[in-house]
């Protein structure tokens, strides 16, 4: 039967050959990491400004969410998926453990009757990661399949597929969301009026299995590089007492310094995480681990600079979604006060 071969069997066996595939691979991860991450950006925006419709206060925020331009956002697009193509494998899986480790320790520390507002800022601020996790995730799956590149090729058509219909759900709902929710003529805004409080919860269970994915390939692809378990050791060790430092020190610094969760002080926690990952690999990395360093730097600005109204809305203590439930214990109050008004003249 006709089956089609991969893209170094059509050509000669030339080492630059070799190496333009292994580029045309990577860039073909790093458009998919880059959609994955256009996806969640516009959910949250969708989540949001379906929330800044139901409070009046709120309409400058969601008239900020409306002037975005789609070709910035293509701009955007574009310098994620070139930052995720020359970050390196190994750099890529450094990131996703240290942002899952931060995670797990952000979601440990909320209590139970914590607000989302933490949750959604955290799902803000993976943007980056989680495109490295998707980028490692194919990375370690595809390794050594006899069609990697038109694996990746059908990958990227799914993901195009995905990222092109949240970004025409977000243009739909930010034109016509309030017109069809109000007259009842819309199915999916009517579906978004009824459910759109549930989004953050969906969204958590998809990047749960996302990172969950990316960790485990992470592991998997850093571990590959060593010969023997006494180097592995000798990697692992300093990288586990530095991101258990780096997590606590972070979390000292929210108790210290509470209003620090703006743009700056992410920028502030942006500059420490990587700068204590540089120093790291400083001892026990490549010399090209350090430039990737500096590209992942540069990668998690561009997805701060792109995000600065989400992290604004994240911040918002009255938004209709972040709001607690106080009013459901406190409507049997009234009769509870009523029977003994009634039991007194008895």
Not at 32 to 60: H, I, R
Not at 235 to 262: A, D, K, S
Not at 265 to 282: A, E, S, W
Not at 300 to 324: H, M, V
């Amino acid at each position: 039967m006709f089956s089609l071969p991969s893209l170094p069997s059509w050509l000669p066996g030339l080492p630059s050959l070799e190496w333009g595939s292994c580029l045309l691979d990577a860039l073909l991860q790093g458009l998919v990491g880059a959609f994955g991450v256009l996806v969640l950006n516009n959910l949250l925006k969708v989540y949001f400004f379906v929330g800044c419709t139901k409070d009046p206060q709120q309409w400058p925020q969601k008239e900020r969410l409306q002037a975005q331009w789609a070709s910035l956002e293509m701009v955007h697009l574009a310098g994620l998926a070139l930052f995720l193509t020359i970050v390196g494998a190994r750099v890529a899986a450094l990131v996703v453990l240290e942002f899952s480790l931060r995670a797990v320790s952000t979601l440990l520390s909320l209590g139970k009757g914590s607000q989302g507002a933490e949750r959604l800022q955290l799902y803000v601020l993976c943007q980056y990661s989680l495109g490295c996790g998707l980028t490692c995730g194919l990375s370690f799956l595809q390794a050594g399949a006899p069609h990697r590149t038109l694996n990746l090729l059908l990958g990227l058509g799914l993901a195009a597929l995905l990222g092109s219909g949240a970004r025409r759900l977000q243009r739909h709902v930010c034109r016509l969301y309030e017109l069809h929710s109000s007259q009842n003529y819309c199915g999916v805004c009517l579906g978004l009026l009824a459910n759109a409080h549930s989004l953050p919860w969906l969204l958590g269970r998809a990047l749960a299995v996302a990172f969950a994915v990316g960790d485990l390939a992470a592991v998997a692809l850093i571990n590959q590089d060593f010969l023997t378990t006494s180097e592995a050791v000798r990697f692992w060790t300093p990288l586990t007492i530095c991101y258990t430092l780096l997590v606590i020190y972070m979390q000292e610094e929210q108790r210290q310094h509470p209003g620090m969760q703006g743009m700056q002080g992410q920028v502030q926690t942006v500059l420490v995480r990587m700068g204590g990952l540089f120093v790291l690999l400083l001892t026990v990395g490549r010399w090209l681990d350090l430039l990737g360093v500096l590209i992942s730097l540069l990668g998690e600005l561009w997805c701060l600079a792109g995000s600065r109204t989400l992290l604004d809305l994240c911040q918002i203590q009255d938004f209709p979604f972040q709001r607690p439930s106080v009013s459901m214990p406190s409507q049997p109050q009234p009769s509870e006060t009523a029977q003994p008004q009634r039991s007194a003249p008895s």
